[in-house]
């Protein structure tokens, strides 16, 4: 599954990373991966901002805005059948 392409507002720093794995095992759609001991990003475009791997690493390898970016807005116009709007402008805009 993928959202819209480079759009996701995660981000790896793997000077960080310990190598301890938490943030892949609780990402529900396989964006990360493990190499060298290091966390990276295995597929940008599939992941759907929802906050899981930065919750769960305890050494700020990663980071993303849950639910602010423009994947959240595609399920939220989904849901509530309107377009989709992610609000990044500053002034309740679509920049979809």
Request: charged share 25%; proline share 3%.
């Amino acid at each position: 599954m993928i959202y819209l392409k480079d759009i996701t507002t995660l981000q790896v720093f793997p000077e960080k990373c310990t190598g301890c794995g938490r943030c892949i095992e609780v990402c529900p759609h396989a964006v990360l991966k493990l190499e060298d001991r290091k966390v990276l990003i295995a597929d940008k475009d599939r992941c759907m901002e929802c906050g899981a791997c930065e919750k769960n690493c305890d050494f700020g390898a990663v980071s993303v805005n849950a639910g602010v970016g423009c994947a959240a807005a595609v399920i939220n116009g989904i849901i509530r059948g309107t377009e989709p709007n992610c609000d990044c402008s500053g002034s309740s805009g679509s920049c979809c």
